[in-house]
Nanobody, 121 residues
Framework: QVQLAESGGGLVQPGGSLRLSCAAS????????MGWYRQAPGNQRELVAL???????NYADSVKGRFTISRDDAKNTVYLQMNSLKPEDTAVYYC???????????????WGQGTQVTVSS
């Protein structure tokens, strides 16, 4: 009914950049917050960046000044521009959207399938 399709992951050298995208499709009435989370092997999933429907952003301390989250509501898409990447940024990155579907009465969190980001020389 609803799909979140991620793209843009891959292998990059330390100091490099990547841009992740996540597009939602389906019977969507409106979108509240959008965000990116990541999970490295042996670690819990953690918040990387969040953006509200008012454009207010929140970042994990470890990525402040290096990552930028943005959204395009006309395309139901959220982006994560990642610069100055470090090996410790290596993880599976998941997008999340708070969606209000045409068939529902409230917002619920929906997740993408995850995209691998590997930072290594």
């Amino acid at each position: 009914q609803v799909q979140l399709a991620e793209s843009g992951g891959g292998l990059v050298q330390p100091g490099g950049s990547l841009r992740l995208s996540c597009a939602a499709s389906g019977s969507i009435f409106s979108i509240n917050a959008m965000g990116w989370y990541r999970q490295a092997p042996g670690n819990q999933r953690e918040l990387v960046a969040l953006i509200t429907n008012a454009g207010i952003t929140n970042y994990a301390d470890s990525v402040k000044g290096r990552f930028t989250i943005s959204r395009d509501d006309a395309k139901n898409t959220v982006y994560l521009q990642m610069n100055s990447l470090k090996p410790e940024d290596t993880a599976v990155y998941y997008c999340m959207m708070q969606l209000h579907l045409l068939s529902s009465f409230n917002y619920r969190d929906y997740w993408g399938q995850g995209t691998q980001v590997t930072v290594s020389s």
